[in-house]
């Protein structure tokens, strides 16, 4: 009966993407008037610096209300002038396509007239491979400085205003090294009650089918078969939760929100660019705020069994070190011939300090004394980033490249930095991530605490909503940054985390709702498995040689999300394999 049930899910599935590949979302910008390229040759090679010139001086500057396709501009006794260009179908402009360019770093613009029959709001979806801006009738609408993204069309959201009659709207494009820039602009009228549920009701029938998934393989296993007894079943489960988002199921969720126009949604599936908060930014402090929830699981026994702190710290320190030479490893550090092509900071690398010395911290210090640490780092944080002057800069700057932590950055960590002259992972930003995991380490205390169960969860929910409240209000003094990991971000970050542990905990501890979480513990239980072995074996590959072809052609324009879909599965099987045969991959 299960799998009668699961069939006829999939072929809702099926059949609701077949109607939904009918649907149009938003009305593409074909037709532009593009000039450039603005390459290396004439300004530094540091791309930032090359990307904030404004190269449209003679046409009276980018923030110019009106511009004219029969003016030329003189930059650098260089002469450049308009050249009309269409868009595809699909609304895409490659570059490399309409200009003849080497693959250097280069910066283009576009501008194009809209005609509106009234004043009006609307949101354009804007998609591009590097740094992008936008100016709408003179005024900048739209700014992103991620100049290593992949392109996804209309993937990013914007809210605008249009004027009845022309307006005026200017693209500036920044193309990267052996990356020909690409770009797309859609403009998305507002949408209908029948339109917010047309694109959620994918989304809808995925949950439906992960339950009838879970419900199946939560049945069939051996009941023998599972998890240390003890362990904290819905900290394992938030683990594979957060996994499932980083190791392909954001990829599966991001397309399906594309393809069906769900535009709400597709504007949490990537980070910020600088200030703000979407879903995407929660993903890393959540897998370090879990990280410090274990600890007092993984000590607090070995500690009453009388193991000695110094034995304990031995372990901790042998274990960062491992995380971190992993991290080094993923980021190719075995094929790097030159400290300067090395990334040394990074994900997993955060991830080692942090553990590290939060476990130290809580080996050595009661829960009170963590508190008061942690609102040291972050107070002392704050009042370091506004207060220390830049050189050359002045104090209080919080914007790229001219803030304190990038200038630490660019001038004492070497290696290869991922931003360039600075590092997401860099130096100063690692001490407030400290302060996420010690979050979690106190978290772990209070669920090992003798409360009852309720209290332990309304504990969570308390605590949560006074991280976000302190959270929110701090961000008008000291903004919310994930880049930074400002002192608000931590308390916003570690607010939902501690929001989605209670629900995951008060679901599956308290009221013993376990099967619909099956999938993510299989995960959970094996993150570091899942997270390492993808780089080593290629699953989209072999994805689309068993499912690909005419198979993938079936699916029409969810091929991609199809291939996706079948790439995260073969991941989730070998580790559901390494979860059946018992074997739990530890440092």
């Known amino acids: 009966m299960m799998k ?282 959540l897998f370090l705020f879990i990280v410090g929830t274990a600890v007092p699981y993984a000590f607090a026994k070995r500690l009453e069994r009388g193991e000695s702190k110094i034995k304990l710290v031995r372990h901790i320190v042998l274990r960062s070190i491992g995380l971190f030479l992993i991290g080094i490893i993923l980021a190719g550090g075995f094929s790097k011939t030159n400290l300067s092509d090395l990334r040394i900071p990074g994900v997993l690398q955060r991830i080692a300090i942090c553990y590290g010395i939060a476990a130290i911290i809580y080996l050595y210090t009661n829960w009170k004394k963590q508190i008061g640490i942690g609102i040291a780092i972050l107070l002392g944080y704050w009042a370091i980033m506004k207060l220390v002057p830049v050189p050359g800069l002045g104090a209080g700057n919080l914007t790229p490249d001219n803030n304190l932590a990038n200038w630490i950055d660019f001038h004492y960590l070497p290696g290869n930095l991922y931003q360039g002259t600075w590092d997401n992972e860099g130096i100063m930003s690692t001490f407030p991530a400290i302060v996420t995991c010690m979050i979690g380490v106190l978290t772990g205390q209070w669920l090992r605490s003798s409360k009852s169960q309720n209290e332990k969860a309304a504990g969570l929910f308390k605590a949560a909503i006074s991280f976000l409240v302190i959270g929110f209000l701090w961000g008008f003094l000291f903004p919310i940054n994930k880049l930074l990991w400002s002192s608000s971000y931590v308390l916003i970050a570690g607010g939902w985390s501690l929001m989605l542990l209670g629900i995951f905990y008060w679901v599956i501890d308290v009221k013993g709702y376990r099967k619909w979480a099956f999938p993510f513990l299989v995960i959970g239980a094996n993150a570091i498995a899942t997270y390492a072995i993808r780089p080593f074996i290629k699953f989209s590959d072999i994805a689309s040689r068993i499912a690909g072809g005419n198979v993938a052609a079936v699916f029409g324009n969810y091929r991609s999300l199809w291939l996706s879909a079948i790439t995260y599965l073969l991941i989730w099987l070998v580790v559901y394999w390494l979860y059946k045969k018992k074997i739990f991959i530890k440092l």
């Open 4 to 285: 009668k049930h699961l069939s006829l899910a999939v072929f809702i599935l099926i059949l609701l993407l077949g109607i939904q590949s009918t649907f149009v979302f938003g009305e593409e910008i074909r037709n532009w008037q593009m000039m450039g390229p603005f390459s290396k040759t004439t300004v530094s090679d540091w791309w930032r610096s090359q990307f904030e010139i404004d190269y449209l001086k003679t046409q009276g500057g980018e923030k110019s209300e009106t511009f004219n396709a029969i003016n030329s501009e003189n930059f650098n006794n260089r002469f450049y002038s308009w050249v009309p260009v269409l868009a595809k179908d699909t609304g895409v402009v490659d570059c490399k396509e309409n200009f003849v360019i080497d693959t250097g770093l280069a910066v283009f613009y576009a501008f194009t007239e809209i005609d509106r029959p009234q004043d009006g709001k609307a949101v354009i979806g804007v998609g591009c491979n590097g740094a992008i801006r936008i100016w709408l009738n003179g005024k900048e609408v739209a700014d992103n400085i991620d100049n290593e993204r992949e392109f996804t069309p209309g993937k990013e959201l914007f809210p605008v205003h249009f004027k009845a009659g022309k307006n005026y709207m200017l693209v500036k494009i920044h193309q990267m090294n052996a990356r020909p820039a690409i770009f797309n602009v859609k403009i998305i009228p507002p949408y209908t009650l029948a339109d917010h549920g047309r694109v959620w009701f994918p989304i809808l029938l995925i949950i439906l089918v992960w339950f009838a998934v879970s419900y199946y393989f939560e049945k069939t296993k051996p009941k023998d078969e599972g998890l240390t007894p003890g362990r904290l079943v819905s900290l394992d489960a938030l683990r594979g939760f957060d996994m499932f988002w980083i190791t392909g199921g954001g990829t599966v969720i991001t397309i399906l929100a594309s393809r069906t126009g769900n535009y709400a949604l597709m504007k949490h599936m990537d980070h910020m660019s600088w200030d703000g908060f979407v879903f995407w930014d929660l993903i890393f402090p």
